[in-house]
């Protein structure tokens, strides 16, 4: 059994085996779940920006362009959208 300490803030230091067996490295987050009999199980959270694909695509509009999206932005803050430079000119 391995053990830690409750700090006066609330903190606990997972040790080094847990942490390494769970993945965890500073800035991870975990859950903590209470189960009956005053047990709690403390459950790494992984997730990543791949977690999160194609949760915002409408398969009903066509895809616009960066420069599409500023032009836009600046339509709808009432300004009128800056020329751009053509595809492959330097600058």
């Known amino acids: 059994m391995t053990l830690a300490k409750v700090t006066s803030k609330g903190q606990v230091t997972i040790p080094l085996e847990i942490r390494q067996k769970l993945g965890l490295e500073a800035g991870s987050r975990i859950d903590f779940v209470l189960t009956g009999g005053g047990r709690v199980i403390v459950e790494p959270v992984h997730s990543s920006l791949k977690s999160l ?22 339509e709808e803050a009432g300004s009128a959208p800056r020329a751009r430079p053509e595809s492959g000119a330097s600058t």
Do not use: H, T, Y
């Open 53 to 74: 694909d194609g949760v915002f695509r409408d398969a009903r509009r066509k895809p616009v362009s960066l420069a599409e999206m500023q032009d836009a932005i600046e």
